[in-house]
């Protein structure tokens, strides 16, 4: 079996030779762990050209090549150069470290972390989220419009337009507790990812999205000069995402038209004197603590933008592979949390990387968490960290861990059973019953209910399970879905079994669609409207009512005008997912509010309980781990070889495997010719042939068409004979010899020449890269060659 194999192979065309390649390979033999990696066998290539030789010597001095080796101790390394195909990749000089850097750790499944990986010299951005949460400080276009008195008031000059007026003039002083005059009346920036915005986009190889709402920044990247990456989604998240992006320009088109053209580039409200004036706590949302994450605003991009960045999108299923560049293979596997979202192994020549994100093993929708296939990787990075907003007790964390890993099946289909009717499974479950039943109690007491929309799979789950509560109470209560891509989304989730879970599936094989707004649909039971403007709902609405519909920032799209219209009726009820925005900053525009606030928090992430017994079981080499949860979770040594903890904002760096694989044809490999060397421990044989990489492996592809007529290749050597000893070696099988030296200049390559006159006559010329034996029969060269080769193994 071949471990660790390097291979220099002979060039065809020496002008095709290049001073940049050669220096390339000189660095990379000068490394010391990559000539230790050389544990079992090294193929060179001896079949010398004088021209060959000569250019290498002009270019880069080929000769240093030979003196650096042998003055460290290693071995002199002879060759003309690597033979790179035009119908296949060629090799690629992989680094011996990894690195990763943290760039947000995110806050929540609305704002997934992100991350970029360098992976052999390959930049990997690992999502590209917004974070929407920093629409807080804004005021919402009702909260402005009705602001608009109580700034004549305060005598604001009646000339200036509407967007003009960014920060009310009486604003002096901070406030200690906000309030709806404090907000920023201005069309709103969007914030991308902190020091993101740092690198250069050119310099990113490869965007991996994860989840629907990791792609709603990439439009911002892909618009960027210089990008030119590789991004690759699932095929569900590419599309949700799309959905959500268009949704959300359509939604801030409002804002546009209300607030109207600025004057200039930068608006006023990001002028120091009135970032001063807005209060510390929403000053922070949207800079950051120190004001460091100014540079990641940006107005928000166009629908053109949005069509350019979905062009650019290459669509993959789960577990389909792709290969990027030859050198790096990419998978996608189910993470359970969302329709799409994925979990990624990126699979290179020094070893396998795993990324865990967002991941959950209650999946009742969508397919279940496939953490099989990221089993034995040589590094995982797990950057799921939503499991820190779990409220779950890990007192008893250390014996469950255990009971836990026991049993954790090895199928991950396996794993949906196991959990189906545990106890987080039933608390989901539970928690929409309660939704449901505080719903009902609104409508029954003559309010309405309002629920803005955030994840997907939740938002289903209670449309149906809304809709399930009003048939057993006996009444007819409209439902309006709001949205501007309502109608395709509802569409489209009905066309996607393969990325559902087996319950879903299991409808479809009975006759039945998969989620039951479809039948809702045609009862007529839900109505479907692009925008609260539509004709439709305003001439057949009636009271009460239930309304979904987005945006779950409370800042913008229809929610701002029901809520503006509902906000002081006691009878009504918002519901809202817990964990995405404080409630005290998300109702500020619509205080005082009357209306009743439910606010619900889900099963977040793979839970703390779990995260431990999960990792035992998945059992990397090397684990990357957020520093954050060091003080809920340890790891024994014995069953974690290496455990690095990252931080936000700070580079770690991981060393690869040692060494890689060749791929060589079995045949053709046991007819080598190897000369061992006992000293180094290694084995040693002259191939001439092709090395190519494909599909993150190195392939040998032999040439057999060159070989002396007695079947064998000639010998090889990292050293050149010493004459004394070779002299010596002749006399001792009966050959008389004698040296004649030769001056050495730019066209020669030979140092001196042995002649042999008894009982064989030939001439042998030692050069600075090469030993040449020429006689009149192939019986007296083999005899001598046996004597060179004596010598040259230090026998």
Same mark, same amino acid.
């Given at each position: 079996?071949?471990?660790?194999?390097?291979?220099?192979?002979?060039?065809?065309?020496?002008?095709?030779?290049?001073?940049?390649?050669?220096?390339?390979?000189?660095?990379?033999?000068?490394?010391?762990?990559?000539?230790?990696?050389?544990?079992?066998?090294?193929?060179?290539?001896?079949?010398?050209?004088?021209?060959?030789?000569?250019?290498?010597?002009?270019?880069?001095?080929?000769?240093?090549?030979?003196?650096?080796?042998?003055?460290?101790?290693?071995?002199?390394?002879?060759?003309?150069?690597?033979?790179?195909?035009?119908?296949?990749?060629?090799?690629?000089?992989?680094?011996?470290?990894?690195?990763?850097?943290?760039?947000?750790?995110?806050?929540?499944?609305?704002?997934?972390?992100?991350?970029?990986?360098?992976?052999?010299?390959?930049?990997?951005?690992?999502?590209?989220?917004?974070?929407?949460?920093?629409?807080?400080?804004?005021?919402?276009?009702?909260?402005?419009?009705?602001?608009?008195?109580? /700034?004549?008031?305060?005598?604001?000059?009646?000339?200036?337009?509407?967007?003009?007026?960014?920060?009310?003039?009486?604003?002096?002083?901070?406030?200690?507790?906000?309030?709806?005059?404090?907000?920023?009346?201005?069309?709103?920036?969007?914030?991308?990812?902190?020091?993101?915005?740092?690198?250069?986009?050119?310099?990113?190889?490869?965007?991996?999205?994860?989840?629907?709402?990791?792609?709603?920044?990439?439009?911002?990247?892909?618009?960027?000069?210089?990008?030119?990456?590789?991004?690759?989604?699932?095929?569900?998240?590419?599309?949700?995402?799309?959905?959500?992006?268009?949704?959300?320009?359509?939604?801030?088109?409002?804002?546009?038209?209300?607030?109207?053209?600025?004057?200039?580039?930068?608006?006023?409200?990001?002028?120091?004197?009135?970032?001063?004036?807005?209060?510390?706590?929403?000053?922070?949302?949207?800079?950051?603590?120190?004001?460091?994450?100014?540079?990641?605003?940006?107005?928000?991009?166009?629908?053109?933008?949005?069509?350019?960045?979905?062009?650019?999108?290459?669509?993959?299923?789960?577990?389909?592979?792709?290969?990027?560049?030859?050198?790096?293979?990419?998978?996608?596997?189910?993470?359970?949390?969302?329709?799409?979202?994925?979990?990624?192994?990126?699979?290179?020549?020094?070893?396998?990387?795993?990324?865990?994100?967002?991941?959950?093993?209650?999946?009742?929708?969508?397919?279940?968490?496939?953490?099989?296939?990221?089993?034995?990787?040589?590094?995982?990075?797990?950057?799921?960290?939503?499991?820190?907003?779990?409220?779950?007790?890990?007192?008893?964390?250390?014996?469950?861990?255990?009971?836990?890993?026991?049993?954790?099946?090895?199928?991950?289909?396996?794993?949906?059973?196991?959990?189906?009717?545990?106890?987080?499974?039933?608390?989901?479950?539970?928690?929409?019953?309660?939704?449901?039943?505080?719903?009902?109690?609104?409508?029954?007491?003559?309010?309405?209910?309002?629920?803005?929309?955030?994840?997907?799979?939740?938002?289903?789950?209670?449309?149906?399970?809304?809709?399930?509560?009003?048939?057993?109470?006996?009444?007819?209560?409209?439902?309006?879905?709001?949205?501007?891509?309502?109608?395709?989304?509802?569409?489209?989730?009905?066309?996607?079994?393969?990325?559902?879970?087996?319950?879903?599936?299991?409808?479809?094989?009975?006759?039945?669609?998969?989620?039951?707004?479809?039948?809702?649909?045609?009862?007529?039971?839900?109505?479907?409207?692009?925008?609260?403007?539509?004709?439709?709902?305003?001439?057949?609405?009636?009271?009460?009512?239930?309304?979904?519909?987005?945006?779950?920032?409370?800042?913008?799209?229809?929610?701002?005008?029901?809520?503006?219209?509902?906000?002081?009726?006691?009878?009504?009820?918002?519901?809202?997912?817990?964990?995405?925005?404080?409630?005290?900053?998300?109702?500020?525009?619509?205080?005082?509010?009357?209306?009743?606030?439910?606010?619900?928090?889900?099963?977040?992430?793979?839970?703390?309980?779990?995260?431990?017994?999960?990792?035992?079981?998945?059992?990397?080499?090397?684990?990357?781990?957020?520093?954050?949860?060091?003080?809920?979770?340890?790891?024994?040594?014995?069953?974690?070889?290496?455990?690095?903890?990252?931080?936000?904002?700070?580079?770690?760096?991981?060393?690869?495997?040692?060494?890689?694989?060749?791929?060589?044809?079995?045949?053709?490999?046991?007819?080598?010719?190897?000369?061992?060397?006992?000293?180094?421990?290694?084995?040693?044989?002259?191939?001439?042939?092709?090395?190519?990489?494909?599909?993150?492996?190195?392939?040998?592809?032999?040439?057999?068409?060159?070989?002396?007529?007695?079947?064998?290749?000639?010998?090889?050597?990292?050293?050149?004979?010493?004459?004394?000893?070779?002299?010596?070696?002749?006399?001792?099988?009966?050959?008389?010899?004698?040296?004649?030296?030769?001056?050495?200049?730019?066209?020669?390559?030979?140092?001196?020449?042995?002649?042999?006159?008894?009982?064989?006559?030939?001439?042998?010329?030692?050069?600075?890269?090469?030993?040449?034996?020429?006689?009149?029969?192939?019986?007296?060269?083999?005899? /001598?060659?046996?004597?060179?080769?004596?010598?040259?193994?230090?026998?």
């Amino acid at each position: 079996m071949l471990h660790s194999l390097f291979s220099i192979l002979e060039l065809h065309s020496a002008s095709t030779l290049s001073s940049s390649f050669i220096t390339l390979l000189m660095m990379m033999i000068h490394r010391t762990p990559l000539l230790s990696s050389f544990e079992k066998i090294t193929l060179l290539c001896l079949h010398h050209r004088s021209e060959l030789h000569s250019q290498a010597k002009k270019e880069c001095n080929f000769s240093s090549l030979l003196s650096l080796s042998q003055a460290r101790g290693d071995f002199a390394v002879n060759f003309c150069s690597l033979f790179a195909s035009h119908s296949h990749k060629p090799l690629f000089p992989f680094s011996e470290t990894m690195e990763f850097t943290c760039l947000s750790k995110g806050r929540g499944s609305h704002f997934p972390p992100c991350h970029i990986l360098n992976l052999g010299g390959i930049k990997i951005l690992l999502d590209c989220p917004l974070d929407l949460s920093a629409l807080t400080p804004f005021s919402p276009v009702t909260t402005a419009f009705y602001a608009l008195p109580s /700034l004549e008031e305060d005598k604001v000059d009646a000339n200036n337009d509407v967007g003009s007026m960014a920060v009310p003039a009486k604003r002096q002083k901070i406030e200690n507790q906000p309030d709806n005059k404090t907000l920023i009346f201005a069309e709103p920036w969007y914030k991308t990812v902190m020091n993101l915005h740092l690198w250069n986009p050119s310099f990113i190889d490869v965007v991996l999205i994860s989840s629907p709402m990791g792609i709603l920044g990439l439009p911002f990247l892909t618009q960027m000069k210089g990008f030119s990456a590789k991004i690759y989604a699932t095929e569900v998240s590419a599309r949700l995402g799309e959905l959500v992006m268009r949704d959300l320009v359509s939604m801030h088109k409002e804002l546009k038209q209300f607030y109207g053209p600025t004057e200039t580039d930068f608006p006023v409200w990001l002028r120091q004197e009135e970032v001063e004036k807005i209060p510390s706590v929403l000053r922070e949302i949207i800079l950051g603590k120190d004001g460091t994450e100014l540079g990641g605003l940006r107005p928000l991009y166009s629908e053109a933008d949005v069509n350019d960045c979905v062009l650019k999108i290459q669509k993959l299923k789960y577990a389909e592979e792709v290969c990027y560049n030859g050198i790096l293979v990419i998978k996608a596997f189910s993470s359970g949390v969302e329709m799409g979202s994925c979990n990624w192994i990126l699979d290179s020549p020094k070893g396998d990387v795993g990324y865990l994100s967002n991941s959950s093993f209650i999946s009742s929708q969508v397919a279940a968490f496939d953490y099989q296939s990221l089993q034995g990787t040589d590094t995982l990075i797990y950057s799921d960290f939503s499991s820190l907003n779990s409220t779950e007790d890990v007192k008893d964390e250390e014996n469950e861990s255990v009971q836990l890993a026991d049993k954790l099946p090895m199928s991950s289909h396996g794993l949906v059973g196991l959990y189906h009717n545990a106890k987080e499974d039933s608390e989901e479950m539970e928690k929409l019953a309660f939704i449901c039943s505080c719903a009902i109690e609104s409508i029954k007491g003559g309010g309405s209910v309002f629920i803005p929309i955030n994840q997907f799979g939740i938002f289903l789950q209670l449309l149906e399970e809304v809709s399930k509560a009003i048939d057993a109470s006996a009444m007819k209560v409209p439902i309006y879905i709001i949205s501007s891509v309502a109608e395709d989304l509802l569409a489209y989730l009905n066309i996607v079994p393969e990325w559902l879970s087996r319950q879903r599936q299991e409808r479809l094989f009975d006759g039945e669609p998969l989620f039951d707004h479809v039948k809702l649909l045609d009862d007529k039971k839900i109505h479907v409207l692009p925008n609260i403007h539509s004709e439709k709902f305003w001439m057949h609405s009636r009271e009460p009512c239930i309304v979904f519909c987005s945006h779950w920032s409370l800042r913008l799209g229809p929610v701002v005008h029901l809520l503006q219209r509902w906000h002081k009726d006691p009878k009504s009820l918002l519901i809202l997912e817990g964990g995405v925005n404080p409630p005290q900053l998300a109702l500020l525009p619509f205080k005082p509010m009357a209306m009743k606030v439910l606010q619900c928090h889900f099963q977040p992430g793979i839970g703390l309980r779990r995260v431990r017994s999960l990792l035992e079981t998945l059992q990397p080499k090397t684990l990357l781990f957020p520093e954050e949860f060091r003080p809920h979770i340890s790891f024994p040594s014995e069953k974690f070889r290496s455990v690095l903890y990252y931080s936000e904002g700070k580079t770690s760096k991981v060393s690869c495997k040692d060494g890689f694989e060749l791929k060589i044809p079995a045949t053709p490999a046991s007819n080598f010719y190897w000369n061992a060397f006992k000293e180094q421990e290694i084995n040693l044989a002259r191939v001439n042939g092709e090395l190519i990489i494909e599909n993150a492996r190195y392939h040998l592809l032999l040439d057999n068409t060159e070989k002396n007529s007695n079947g064998r290749t000639n010998s090889v050597s990292f050293r050149k004979p010493e004459l004394e000893k070779l002299l010596a070696t002749f006399s001792n099988f009966g050959i008389n010899a004698s040296v004649e030296h030769q001056k050495m200049n730019s066209e020669s390559q030979i140092q001196c020449l042995i002649h042999t006159a008894d009982p064989y006559k030939a001439v042998i010329e030692i050069g600075t890269s090469s030993v040449v034996i020429t006689t009149a029969g192939e019986n007296v060269a083999s005899h /001598l060659y046996k004597a060179l080769d004596s010598v040259l193994k230090g026998n």
